[in-house]
């Protein structure tokens, strides 16, 4: 089925939208929650949990990009579980070491005031991977989006290790000096 009559299901409150969501779009949730959490029953709660989330966004949202609009729910949802686990010293190491590497660009914030400055910060990094060469936009996103190990990005593009290790680190630096002008405060 295609994404916009998955949607239209969504407006029409059908409830046989879920069960078509996660047709299609089960297995890539799943494995976005299990790259994170690293256990599969806490992924399988949060992919449940992605279909209420969509079910509730839906509408007044309507996504343009079905995809990358459960993407960002299950993220969203495997990232607040992962943080209430590392709390208890629990969860995947890739996402606390790609965390920690962003980090030095990038201060996280967890103050509601300062949504807007995040929204903005948001947008401004989306330019800046706008502007990237694309196998430095797409390492990047397979690292500090999807949590990929950087042996799994290697095998991947067919880079060796240190060559993606190398694109991350050169990025990064890109990444702090572009915010920089832009007058974000490091």
């Known amino acids: 089925m295609e994404d916009a009559a998955i949607v239209d299901l969504y407006w029409q409150r059908e409830e046989h939208a ?17 790259r994170i959490l690293n256990n599969g029953q806490d992924a399988e709660e949060c992919v449940n949990d992605t279909y209420l989330g969509a079910w509730n966004a839906m509408p007044p949202h309507r996504p343009t990009s079905l995809s990358t609009f459960l993407g960002k729910i299950t993220r969203n949802l495997s990232l607040k579980r992962w943080r209430a686990y590392s ?8 996402v606390a070491l790609s965390l920690d590497e962003l980090e030095e660009c990038v201060a996280q914030t967890s103050d509601v ?14 330019t800046f991977l706008g502007d990237l ?28 290790a240190s060559k993606v290790k190398m694109s991350l680190k050169r990025t990064r630096d890109k ?7 832009e007058g974000v405060k490091l």
């Open 175 to 181: 990444l702090a000096i572009y915010l920089e002008q």
């Open 18 to 34: 879920i069960a078509e969501t996660k047709t299609k779009y089960g297995a890539y949730c799943h494995a976005i929650a299990r």
């Open 87 to 94: 709390a208890a010293k629990r969860g995947s190491g890739e």
């Open 113 to 126: 005031g300062e949504r807007l400055e995040a929204e903005e910060l948001a947008r401004k990094i989306d």
């Open 133 to 160: 060469a694309e196998n430095d936009r797409r390492i990047f996103v397979c690292r500090y989006w999807h949590f990929d190990a950087v042996a799994d990005i290697a095998q991947r593009f067919g880079f060796s």
